[in-house]
């Protein structure tokens, strides 16, 4: 099973601030690794795949980097509605894996 | 309009069975791999089990391994997650999902297992 370990647990910032949540794999997942979108209440919201392609209505705040083990998701302004949980998942073997998430919370 | 929606949950003691199911409808079901994916009250997202488009093939977590399984039918565009010997560490919201560009999500429902 391939471990995702995320960092930090949690990331205290203002709106506007710059964002960045790292994912590493415990395995090569080559780019086959999403990011997703997670507040209380509601279904996961796919942000990246492919390690760095915008999912479908996805504002251009977002972007994703990186393959073979190291990952990161890049919120370049925050927007008020961006205080959630971010978890990265990786899609290269089964079992299909998530990393332990990333709160971003209001400093 | 996309639409996974999970019934079957509630309240059952520990070593029970509940079976959930999950009604898709909005896209061709039956060309793609799903999945039950679950979230425990403060932890984080946990993937359980994916089942290729026909059924044939099945994968999941060692978590859930020999307890739960995982089946659909094509033709009522169902899925389903039969739970047994459930343990109070199985609380959780439960939903289904099409992962992969599109994503596809369920809402939830909610499992308790309680004395």
């Known amino acids: 099973e391939i471990v995702l370990a995320q960092s930090p647990a949690t990331l205290s910032l203002s709106p506007g601030e710059r964002a960045t949540l790292s994912c590493r794999t415990s395995?090569?997942?080559?780019?086959?690794l999403a990011w997703y979108q997670h507040k209380p209440g509601q279904a996961p919201r796919l942000l990246i795949y492919d390690a760095s392609k915008r999912a479908t209505g996805i504002p251009a705040r977002f972007s994703g980097s990186g393959s073979g083990t190291d990952f990161t998701l890049t919120i370049s302004s925050l927007e008020p509605e961006d205080f959630a949980v971010y978890y990265c998942?990786?899609?290269?073997?089964?079992?299909?894996?998530f990393g332990g998430g990333t709160k971003v919370e209001i400093k | 309009e996309v639409q996974l929606l999970e019934s079957g949950g509630g309240l059952v003691q520990p070593g029970g069975s509940l079976r959930l199911s999950c009604a898709a409808s909005?896209?061709?079901?039956?060309?793609?791999?799903m999945s039950w994916v679950r979230q425990a009250p403060g932890k984080g997202l946990e993937w359980l089990f994916g089942i290729s488009s026909s059924g044939g093939d099945t994968y999941s977590a060692d978590s859930v391994k020999g307890r739960f399984t995982i089946s659909r039918d094509n033709s009522k565009n169902t899925l389903y997650l039969q739970m047994s010997s459930l343990r109070v560490e199985d609380t959780a919201v439960y939903y289904c999902a099409k992962i992969g560009q599109p994503d596809y999500w369920g809402q939830g429902t909610l499992v308790t297992v309680s004395s």
């Open positions: 909005g896209f061709t079901f039956s060309s793609y791999t």
């Open positions: 395995q090569y997942v080559s780019n086959y």
């Open positions: 998942q990786q899609r290269t073997n089964w079992p299909l894996t």
